[in-house]
């Protein structure tokens, strides 16, 4: 029986122009914003953090590794800011980083299988322009939290979901590193999501489709999430590191979802950034110490006393 599931992700995709409700956001700090993807009749943006001229120093031209963050939000929504700390602080330590916004359903009517394209356009585009860039082709990390998590773990794990425009591309999607926070990563019967995800599953969940390709990943999660249980979490990591692929996972006491936002823990918050640092340090990707000084500088409240 032929399938029908390319002509269901077409009508999905091409049922009429909507409204474009995505806005250019306006970082400070963010050196340039450039369009990566029209889709669903909207304009798609990407932000970009280059490393200040003294950490690039006389080593200006030479390519570095980068990364692209998602954010969190159920599929539903979520802002384009919420990784902008991450960024700015990888930008400082020498990577050039990314937030991309992507399709979500409250502003275009879209499903998950949406939201893995645009990120698979992104870490793409990345990867297309890297030479003006300034990027590695081959040192492009993808971050995300939640439902962002999803995404970025969908751009190292998962085959297919590809935009059909994209379809014929030789530019490679698949992400060099993955930088997960309580990443809804498993989309299955008992996981999250499943009844949204249904039709494009086992296709669309990491944790169904971990092979020996996968890029090497670190993982954060409270003990208390209510959306990723810490069993889900402990056999994502196990089944990586069975398919001989590098893994980390931290697991939080009793936090819960959305624990390492500043707004929700600035302790926690600061460890996970230092935590991530030093797993990109171990795969070679950062030199050097971490900076807490300048982390604790991008806090949004001041530090409170210990």
């Known amino acids: 029986m032929k399938s029908i599931f390319p002509m269901i992700w077409m009508a999905a995709c091409f049922a009429g122009p909507v ?36 950490v690039r120093g006389n080593s200006a031209k030479k390519p570095r590794p980068a990364v692209v963050f998602f954010f969190g939000g159920g599929w ?9 700390q991450h960024a700015t602080y990888l930008a400082s330590r ?10 979500v359903k409250s502003r275009q009517k879209t499903n998950p299988d949406a939201c893995v394209a645009d990120g698979k356009s992104a870490i793409r585009w990345v990867r297309s322009n890297a030479q003006r860039l300034g990027v590695d082709p081959a040192r492009i990390a993808a971050g ?3 439902a962002g998590g999803h995404v970025a773990a969908a751009t190292g794990v998962c085959e297919g979901l590809d935009d059909p425009v994209e379809s014929g591309s030789k530019t490679s999607f698949k992400s060099n590193a993955l930088l997960l ?6 989309n299955g019967p008992t996981g999250y999501g499943h009844d949204r995800a249904k039709p494009w599953f086992p296709a669309i969940s990491p944790a169904h489709n971990i ?66 640092d030093a797993f990109l340090v171990s795969i070679g990707w950062l030199d050097g110490k971490a900076d807490q000084e300048k982390l604790e500088s991008l806090l949004k409240t001041p530090l409170r006393k210990r």
Request: glycine share 8%; hydrophobic share 40%; aromatic share 14%.
């Open 19 to 54: 409204a474009a409700k995505t806005v250019k956001h306006d970082f400070q700090g963010a050196a340039t914003a450039e369009v990566y993807k029209t889709a669903s009749g909207d304009d798609l943006w990407i932000y970009r953090f280059d490393p200040p001229a003294a």
């Open 76 to 84: 539903n929504g979520g802002t384009v800011t919420q990784f902008e």
């Open 94 to 103: 020498g990577m050039v980083a990314f937030v991309a916004d992507y399709r």
């Open 144 to 146: 995300g939290g939640s």
């Open 181 to 186: 926070f309580n990443p809804v990563y498993d």
């Open 211 to 276: 092979s020996p390709d996968d890029p090497p990943t670190i993982v954060f999660l409270g003990s208390n999430d209510s959306l990723v249980p810490v069993g889900t979490a402990e056999k994502f990591d196990a089944d990586l590191k069975a398919a001989g692929i590098r893994s980390e996972l931290w697991i939080y006491d009793e936090q819960p979802h959305g624990f390492f936002n500043e707004r929700k823990n600035q302790e926690a918050f600061l460890d996970t950034v230092l935590k991530m």
